[in-house]
């Protein structure tokens, strides 16, 4: 399964931006989507993630600024982040697993990344 990310850019402290992250593939059904994210120089970290049946867990540094949702008609998964910090700073990661046909294997995929600058 391959996933494609986008909405990444600049953007102003205060700003707002909206990822996006597409599954692409023989899916068959979806656990849990999420995203993650890396800072230079520190180790890829949990933002969100959501399950097949809605239910959202958030990062502390994020909760109440970043909403995480999807669409499983579309096998996409979004992340509206608000009031970004220049501490957001990271290539953010999305992240789906879950099982393909034809045989129910298990998959488990990230995506290749997108760049959130927030500038101060």
């Known amino acids: 399964v391959q996933l494609q990310a986008s909405g990444g850019g600049l953007v102003q402290s205060g700003g707002s931006l909206r990822l996006s992250c597409a599954a692409d593939?023989?899916?068959?059904?979806?656990?849990?989507m999420g995203w993650y994210r890396q800072a230079p120089g520190k180790q890829r970290e949990l933002v969100a993630t959501?399950?097949?049946?809605?239910?959202?867990n958030y990062a502390d540094f994020v909760r109440g600024r970043f909403t995480i949702s999807r669409d499983l008609a579309k096998n996409t998964v979004y992340l509206q982040m608000n009031s970004l910090r220049p501490e957001d700073t990271a290539v953010y990661y999305c992240n789906v697993d879950g099982h393909i046909y034809p045989k129910y294997r298990a998959f488990d995929s990230w995506g290749q990344g997108t760049l959130v600058t927030v500038s101060s």
């Open positions: 959501i399950t097949s049946d809605g239910f959202t």
């Open positions: 593939g023989p899916i068959f059904s979806i656990n849990a």
